[in-house]
């Protein structure tokens, strides 16, 4: 019998309700400011020398909270420079958020941003039916490369829009985190279809040796709590435990066995912690920084 499991992809409601909680119940956005904050200004140092406009490409931009956190560091670099901050994101919803989080923020009057509701392949064919080759001084592509169909061919279109000094920014769940081991682990039992790919810092570090591009790697330490997995029948846990699987409703569509067998390996020691009763999950993420 074909098993009921589906994607999370296919509800894109619940999916972003997943995705929101999990913003909620993790360190993910924290560390990821701490990042911008301490170790961004050196990889934006000389992106923008001599230049009196800096184009910024934004890949899968989501509701832009790290985005605004990158243009006032690019602004504070090159004070008073004309930004294009172009943002690709095919949620209309995320779009939305983003615009209003724009709202929101002062000092933007030298960014002008320009939003594509497109996904990253649809944009790199567009440009190619265009004949258009833009250069960017600096591209990022955060929490983004599960969602596109081949990682390699990705990488190495965005790479080649570079501008001689530019940075290409790719931030992905660390290989030595719990998503690393879960999957791993899982991946084949899940239902991935094509609209998702497990992949890790590790495999992109392979994928850029392979092609000799020169990069920096980091590692932001970072946990999720999903105490609330361990509760049944819990709203949040079973939102949590979707989007740790990427399935639909897997609390009630998953094989007995297969749930059981998550369940036992979500609390062992290569995905999570115990610490004051919470069960805390690595969320750890690799930031690589790769050269033009």
Not at 43 to 63: F, Q
Request: aromatic fraction near 10%; glycine fraction near 6%; hydrophobic fraction near 35%.
């Amino acid at each position: 019998m074909a098993s009921p499991m589906r994607s999370l992809l296919t509800d894109p409601a619940r999916y972003l309700q997943s995705f929101r909680l999990f913003l909620t119940n993790s360190t993910e956005h924290q560390c990821m400011r701490e990042f911008v904050e301490r170790e961004l200004p050196a990889v934006i140092a000389s992106v923008g020398n001599g230049k009196s406009t800096i184009n910024i490409l934004s890949v899968g931009g989501g509701a832009g909270e790290i985005d605004l956190l990158i243009l006032s560091k690019v602004q504070a670099r090159y004070p008073g420079v004309t930004i294009n901050n172009d943002v690709i994101e095919p949620s209309a919803d995320q779009i939305l958020k983003y615009k209003e989080h724009v709202a929101e923020t002062s000092n933007l009057e030298n960014v002008k941003f320009t939003w594509h509701e497109e996904t990253a392949y649809e944009y790199e064919s567009r440009m190619n039916a265009e004949k258009k080759s833009k250069k960017w001084d600096f591209i990022h592509m955060i929490q983004m490369l599960y969602y596109v169909k081949d990682v390699p061919a990705t990488i190495r279109y965005f790479h080649s829009l570079l501008e001689a000094q530019g940075k290409l920014l790719i931030i992905l769940v660390s290989g030595t985190s719990g998503w690393g081991t879960l999957w791993k682990k899982y991946g084949a039992s899940l239902p991935l279809d094509d609209l998702c790919s497990y992949v890790s810092s590790a495999d992109i570090t392979r994928i850029l040796d392979s092609a000799g591009l020169k990069y920096q790697l980091h590692e932001l330490p970072s946990y999720m709590d999903i105490t609330s997995c361990f509760i049944e029948g819990n709203k949040d846990g079973e939102l949590l435990l979707d989007f740790l699987t990427e399935t639909y409703e897997f609390s009630k569509t998953a094989p007995p066995e297969l749930k059981r067998q998550v369940m036992e390996e979500l609390r062992k020691p290569e995905c999570s912690e115990k610490r004051d009763g919470k069960v805390l999950f690595n969320n750890n993420l690799g930031v690589i920084v790769i050269e033009p």
